[in-house]
């Protein structure tokens, strides 16, 4: 690299002024014990803080994977989606290897026309691009045009048959759960007769939506009968929204089973009969990626993004019936509902993913730039980029959703909230989710864990046992509420932080608020450092709250305009270190400082706002007195 730093290394470190650092603190409900272990502590209504970790592909328990190309092609003249989709069709024909996978199907940098929808139906594939930008000499670009049939998805990964795990094993016969009391943050529970039951079984736990439940959550709270009230919004009724959980069973002792994954809400024997079943895994499909591409929705006249035009592919990537899959390094442009939607979706990560500028009439059903949908669990969204949506980072997977992660993500002009948007999704956490602009003229909330009452259809209590933790909402609101049975916390974060109403659209009492306004809350990451303590406690590896080594990270997005995000992990070897991110251009000159002092082990973000500086290259360098790094961004007007 022909860089000439003309500041020496003494003078990045030793000369800038004396940083005046904030006490770091610890939640009253999550601390490191002597040990560096993590302990918890209830709230006074006895609600402990749930374990996160095990969003993403395989659980966190591995890291997204490369896979190694084995057949790669160009565009062709005119529609693509066939010539894409038969290639995709030989890569499958292929046998699966021992890692899992057939392999890698490439696409050179070029504009592919697409007007239909590509689908990654099989087992053990990945679609891989030459990178996100919208250079097309460097770039691999899906271009989706046309509206045949209405509304498509542009790329669909999975069996596609939304069947919210449903199809049960015939020869195994479902078995109610005896335990009296199941609680959040629990695996295991005994059952009348686990006899047809192994360790390794897929099974599906199911809790009915009975009078008693409903009754005990207040109907779903959905304020019937009040002011704005309409014929559609009445109170929840028996069996319109059962909780499901998709686990695999780990160990076995007797008619006792423990399940991988804890559980996001309490099971009450007394309110509602639960039972597992051994699930199907009908069309499911397994290890899907997609990387390194862009999907650019052609949506016509889009100087204005808020305009009428609908008529047009809907969804950029669907994640549908599958398991273990991944989308990352990828920009989407111009969809009308999602960016990335997932439905009937386990252990997926979303990462590095840009959602930028839908199109479409501002109301609902729309512009949910990142939505986990029906049956959504487990899903990691890592590093994302969401703008001019409305619900940018939602869950509006009802009763089927839980356990799924939006950390390190950032949400600019947002029209609403991101949000648990309906019907009692579980397990939810908002972790250093950063909004990068106040709220539009009319907007209040942009963040809410929280009774939305006879919003949509009867939304009434839309999430429960859900975190934002380091968050910050700027001048904006986030809203966090109590519901019955259960919690919500906000631990941590910036902004008007309450559960009153106004700003909240309904009465309801404060969840657990903490630490509001309050800097360098410890740890920084909630699920990195709950990933990190499970991995220390299992004896697994990976990325984690607390690495091994300094390690920065390339941008995201690169290319960028006019903000982009910088990632870099600081090792445990020391209780803090002493670093120093800089920005500067091509004749080594420093533009800018993008942190100075200490940070403490673990992973970190900054926000590079380029706004008044020109096009071309730059570098960002992480200097420390033990390590040094630089790597190379590129700034696009």
């Known amino acids: 690299m022909n860089v000439r ?21 610890n939640s009253a409900l999550l601390r490191f014990d002597s040990n560096g272990r993590l302990e ?24 997204v994977p490369f896979i190694p190309d084995v057949l790669t092609i160009g565009p062709v003249p005119g529609d693509n989606t066939a010539h894409i989709q038969a290639a995709i069709d030989s890569v499958a024909k292929r046998p699966i290897g021992p890692d899992g996978f057939r392999g890698a199907l490439r696409l050179l940098p070029g504009v592919y026309r697409i007007t239909g929808t590509v689908r990654l139906n099989q087992s053990g594939i990945v679609l891989r691009g030459a990178g996100q930008g919208n250079d097309s000499t460097a770039n691999t670009i899906l271009f989706a045009l046309g509206d045949t049939p209405h509304q498509r998805s542009v790329i669909v990964a ?23 009391t199941v609680r959040t943050g629990e695996r295991s529970f005994t059952v009348a007769d686990a006899s047809q ?63 991988d994954v804890p559980l996001f809400y309490t099971l009450v024997r007394s309110l509602s009969q639960s039972v597992i079943y051994k699930y199907a895994r009908t069309n499911l499909r397994t290890r899907i990626g997609i990387e390194n591409l862009r999907v650019d929705i052609d949506a016509g006249d889009v100087t204005s993004n808020a305009n009428g035009n609908e008529n047009h592919a809907w969804n950029a990537v669907e994640l549908n019936t599958v398991e273990d899959a991944w989308v990352r390094d990828c920009t989407m442009l111009h969809f009308g509902h999602a960016g990335v939607i997932t439905n009937t979706t386990t252990r997926a990560t979303v990462e590095r993913v840009s959602a930028l500028d839908p199109v479409s009439i501002i109301t609902g059903e729309r512009r949910y730039n990142f939505n986990t949908y029906t049956a959504s669990q487990q899903v990691l969204f890592r590093e994302c980029i969401a703008t001019n949506g409305r619900h940018h980072y939602v869950s509006n997977g009802t009763t089927y959703a839980s356990g799924n992660v939006f950390v390190d993500c950032t949400s600019k002009g947002a029209y609403a909230s991101s949000e648990g948007h309906r019907s009692w999704s579980q397990g939810f956490l908002w972790d250093n989710h950063t909004e990068l ?26 999430i429960v046992n859900s975190v934002a933790w380091n968050c910050d909402v700027r001048t904006a609101a986030l809203i966090v509420q109590r519901p019955p049975t259960a919690q919500n916390f906000a631990i941590g974060c910036t ?30 990451s909630l699920y990195y450092a709950q990933l990190e303590d499970r991995k220390r406690l299992s004896g697994l590896r990976g990325e984690s709250a607390a690495p091994d080594e300094f390690r920065l990270f390339q941008n995201y997005p690169n290319p960028f305009n006019p903000s982009t995000t910088i990632a870099f992990l600081v090792p445990a070897t020391a209780s803090t270190t002493a670093l120093a991110l800089k920005v500067y251009d091509l004749l080594g000159r420093e533009v800018m400082t993008l942190a100075e002092g200490d940070r403490s082990p673990g992973r970190h973000t ?27 961004m590129l700034l696009l007007r």
């Not at 290394?9 to 603190?25: F, N, V, Y």
């Open 5 to 25: 730093w003309v500041i020496p290394l003494i003078l990045l470190l030793g000369s800038a002024p004396e940083m005046t650092q904030a006490q770091s603190w």
């Open 40 to 63: 918890y502590a209830a709230d006074p209504l006895g609600n402990r803080l749930p374990d996160f970790s095990y969003a993403g592909y395989r659980n966190g328990n591995e890291p």
């Open 158 to 180: 999975g069996g596609g048959t939304t069947s919210r795990w449903k199809e049960k094993d015939p020869a195994v016969t479902a078995q109610n759960i005896v335990t009296d």
């Open 197 to 259: 039951f192994s360790v390794g079984d897929n099974i599906i736990i199911h809790h009915p939506c009975t009078e008693a439940w409903l009754a005990a959550i207040d109907f779903g709270g959905s304020h019937t009968g009040e002011p704005g009230a309409d014929s559609v919004d009445v109170p929840w009724k028996k069996d319109s929204y059962p909780i499901y959980y998709n686990r695999n069973i780990t160990a076995k002792t007797g008619n006792t089973l423990t399940v």
């Open 437 to 462: 602009n106040g709220p539009r003229s009319g907007v209040k909330i942009l963040l809410g864990l929280y009774n939305r009452g006879y919003y949509g259809t009867s939304h009434g209590w839309a």
């Open 495 to 524: 902004g008007e932080v309450t559960g009153a109403r106004p700003p909240a659209p309904f009465a309801h009492p404060d969840g657990f608020i903490e630490g509001t306004g309050k800097d360098s809350l410890q740890p920084r």
């Open 606 to 632: 900054v926000s590079f706002e380029a706004a008044a500086l020109p096009s071309g290259a730059y570098f960002y360098r992480l200097e420390s007195a033990r390590f040094s790094a630089t790597a190379k």
